[in-house]
């Protein structure tokens, strides 16, 4: 599973499964998907999240020195899917943990999907560039400062908000020790 990245009609690279995940956040293309995240609760262990976009990723591009600033907010529901540990739903404290472990996780690998198309690919495959356009007044303008080239050059912020929702599917396991 992944994605060919084209700069053009020539093959730059490709993405991976979790690239073309964090493509879909940012271009606002995500149905849903399943994560795999590190427990913040049980050292060696992983819990599985159903995520969604809660509200459509918000981006916008500044010009700072001549190179893109590119600034993004992600909005993200995650469900519960699973967990190999017996976890209190109801303690705020590790729903809390969750969702900041969750957060961590997208941000890192987010950021470094935008760090590859940007300084490894060259290929601003979420146009960005859409939201430069209003640096420049005419069409010269915007083809003498190719943005392709400057893209290569661009810093991102990214901003990720997690919201552990209830699954649905699983009960309180706490309370079900025999």
């Not at 940012?26 to 060696?44: D, F, M, T, V």
Request: charged content about 25%.
């Amino acid at each position: 599973m992944g994605l060919a990245v084209f700069n053009g009609d020539k093959l730059v690279g490709e993405l991976d499964g979790f690239e073309s995940i964090c493509h879909l956040i940012i271009s606002n293309k995500l149905k849903n998907a399943q994560i795999r995240i590190p427990s913040p609760i049980e050292e060696l262990d992983y819990i599985d999240l159903y995520i969604e976009l809660d509200k459509n990723t918000q981006s916008s591009v500044n010009i700072v020195n001549g190179s893109p600033y590119i600034s993004s907010k992600v909005k993200i529901t995650a469900k519960m899917q699973s967990m190999n540990n017996n976890i209190n739903l109801k303690d705020e404290s590790i729903v809390s943990k969750i969702e900041s472990s969750a957060k961590t996780f997208l941000e890192k690998h987010i950021i470094d999907y935008l760090y590859k198309t940007s300084k490894e690919l060259h290929a601003d495959i979420d146009s960005f560039g859409l939201y430069g356009l209003k640096y420049f007044t005419t069409k010269a303008e915007w083809d003498d400062y190719n943005w392709l080239h400057h893209y290569k050059d661009a810093y991102f912020n990214l901003d990720v908000d997690v919201n552990l929702r209830s699954s649905y599917l699983l009960v309180d396991t706490a309370e079900n020790k025999g």
